[in-house]
């Protein structure tokens, strides 16, 4: 083997809402609506795991404590 991921073509409807979502998102970091994607899984796969250790989930200033906490996702 190469080396090389194989990748797997997905398509899947939306709203045109979240449409409009991914579209800002890609122009707020420079990137695709697939970058877009592939970085909300990732980061759902760090909350879902964090959750199973009993870890919360929050955004802080910085340099200070926990100033929201998402309940869920």
Do not use: C, H, W
């Not at 409807?13 to 707020?28: F, I, R």
């Not at 899984?41 to 009993?54: F, N, P, R, S, T």
């Not at 340099?63 to 309940?71: A, G, N, R, S, W």
């Amino acid at each position: 083997m190469n080396g090389d991921k194989v990748k797997v073509r997905l398509n899947f409807v939306v709203s045109p809402e979240v449409n409009e979502a991914l579209e800002t998102l890609a122009y707020k970091t420079g990137g695709t609506k697939t970058e877009v994607f592939r970085r909300a899984i990732a980061l759902m796969e760090v909350v879902v795991d964090a959750k199973q250790q009993g870890k919360k989930i929050g955004i802080a200033d910085k340099d200070q404590p926990l100033v929201t906490e998402i309940i869920s996702i």
